[in-house]
């Protein structure tokens, strides 16, 4: 799940994207693998070939989950300015992008599941500008109604279909 903390007046808007559940999942394998190494630190046993893979493939599950879905991201609305900036961070770099909002047609919600979704800026170019990097998770919809409120626009709801295997 992602957290979706707005802030700000009718002049600028700013959404921080927080992924806490998987931030969450990283800090509960840290302590997996801290119990695991703890007795090979002080002394009480020495280290075996389980022992090192469960550790190789906990912190391989954690660096996975992270680089795939531990992007920080933020979207700021800046009426004053006329732009629109959205920056993801993570453990492989920044990414920064700002256009101007003007150049906004509409913003899409496109829900994969019941609650999970991922926000979608419509350009006039036809260019398609993901708010974050990864599906949202949420119960309700004040993040995007207050994001859409914002720039101005009604959301347009696109069921995606989802693949079958």
Not at 2 to 8: K, P, S, V
Not at 11 to 16: A, C, F, I, M
Not at 112 to 141: C, H, K, M, T, W
């Amino acid at each position: 799940m992602t957290w979706q903390l707005a802030q700000g007046g009718p002049d600028h808007l700013t959404v921080r994207f927080i992924p806490w559940l998987t931030w969450s999942f990283a800090a509960f394998v840290l302590y997996g693998v801290s119990t695991i190494v703890q007795p090979f630190v002080t002394g009480g046993q020495t280290i075996t070939a389980g022992a090192m893979v469960s550790i190789a493939l906990l912190v391989g599950m954690m660096l996975f989950t992270l680089f795939t879905g531990g992007q920080f991201g933020i979207c700021r609305i800046d009426h004053r300015r006329g732009i629109i900036t959205i920056t993801s961070y993570g453990l492989l770099g920044r990414a920064r992008q700002e256009r101007l909002l003007a150049d906004v047609k509409g913003l899409e919600v496109r829900i994969l599941r019941r609650a999970q979704y991922r926000l979608i800026l419509a350009l006039r170019s036809g260019e398609r500008l993901p708010l974050v990097p990864f599906y949202l998770i949420s119960l309700n919809d004040r993040g995007i109604r207050r994001i859409a409120t914002a720039l101005g626009v009604e959301p347009d709801i696109i069921h995606e279909q989802q693949r079958s295997r």
